[in-house]
């Protein structure tokens, strides 16, 4: 269920003419959704955003609360939390429309006990979810585990959202009976997952030496298959699964913080320096995602289960693409049997049926 042969790209040009030493038009969130006649578009429809205290998590927030959407925005600090959505009410184009206001949830994605106390708390809210985004995640953490045991880039990145979707299923199964169109489940992944494989033998780092950026890569990868394999087993159903790679985004971003010296030293002058050409700001960084969730190109569940990047379809990367600068995916991203092995795996681990 890889992209196809000739992805779908609207917004190519602007990504290559920066590329060639034009100026600077990538689009972000905001434009996005105008682009795709979105604002207002989505009044009486819901949406779970995870992790939006900050970063890109807090741009996507801002951009689809133009869309009129009842927005469920999950953060560790609910203080914080109430902060930013004073700030995107009272900086939107739209407060005088009338657009609910955002509701903070508490959610610490190293815990699976938080994990379902939030769950029961959205289902406390609302009845149906159109839209769920997994867009919380920790990147080059040192060597560790969360409350459950999973090495922490597991945990966080994919268990604790593999948990998420499989306890909010029925709301956005339910959504989709209501409006009889799909419901979205949008996995923000990166193009960290060129780093490695799912190692199904030593998920957790018991038994290898630890890495942090293949241990990054690793999870960044489950996403995908997460992804490809819910839309699988539900497109049927009217649920699809995308993956996003955002680009790369220092400016706000928390995934940097436990870069060390050493990690800097890796990068080499010309690769710091094509690294800076395209790097993205938070509101250029979430519009994927944000193209993810409003463009009429995923009415279609025939399109679920792709990687996007740099707003449109990826391409199959070529064998001299470096992953830091492209919006490819990885041969090895799109694995149909270690898919399939991977949700039966968190299935288990999480302590659900799968199938229910």
């Not at 429309?97 to 815990?111: A, C, M, T, Y």
């Not at 710091?272 to 519009?287: C, D, L, S």
């Not at 279609?300 to 740099?310: E, K, Q």
Request: glycine share 10%.
């Amino acid at each position: 269920m890889a992209s196809p042969v000739s992805p779908y790209r609207p917004y190519l040009a602007v990504h290559e003419a920066l590329l060639n030493g034009g100026k600077d038009e990538r689009p972000t969130a905001l434009q996005v959704v105008a682009d795709c006649n979105a604002l207002g578009s989505l009044r009486g429809q819901s949406v779970l955003i995870t992790g939006c205290s900050g970063g890109i998590g807090k741009t996507t927030a801002a951009a689809l609360y133009e869309t009129g959407a009842a927005l469920y925005l999950t953060a560790r600090d609910l203080s914080k939390m109430e902060d930013v959505i004073e700030e995107i009410v009272q900086k939107s184009p739209s407060k005088e429309k009338g657009f609910p206001r955002p509701v903070p949830i508490e959610l610490h994605l190293d815990s699976l006990e938080s994990v379902r106390s939030a769950a029961t708390t959205i289902k406390s809210k609302t009845d149906s979810l159109h839209l769920l985004i997994n867009n919380a995640g920790v990147g080059g953490v040192p060597h560790g585990t969360t409350k459950d045991g999973f090495e922490t880039h597991m945990g966080v990145n994919h268990f604790a959202h593999f948990l998420l979707f499989q306890l909010l299923r029925p709301l956005l199964l339910k959504a989709h009976q209501t409006t009889h169109r799909p419901s979205r489940i949008i996995n923000v992944s990166s193009t960290a997952h060129f780093l490695s494989q799912i190692s199904f033998s030593d998920l957790n780092w018991q038994t290898r030496s630890y890495q942090k950026f293949p241990a990054y890569g690793q999870s960044k990868l489950a996403n995908i298959f997460m992804t490809t394999e819910l839309t699988r087993r539900y497109s049927s159903q009217g649920l699809l699964g995308l993956a996003v790679h955002p680009g790369g985004i220092f400016e706000g971003s928390q995934l940097t913080r436990y870069m060390t010296e050493e990690d800097s030293a890796g990068f080499t002058k010309e690769s710091m320096e094509r690294i800076q050409k395209v790097n993205k700001t938070p509101e250029q960084g979430a519009a994927t995602t944000v193209w993810a969730a409003v463009s009429g190109r995923f009415e279609d569940v025939a399109n679920g289960g792709r990687y996007l990047g740099d707003v449109g379809e990826s391409p199959l990367a070529s064998d001299d693409e470096v992953f830091e600068y492209t919006a490819a995916y990885a041969g090895h991203a799109f694995d149909e049997e270690g898919e399939r092995r991977l949700w039966e795996v968190s299935c288990e681990a999480v302590g659900v049926d799968g199938d229910l």
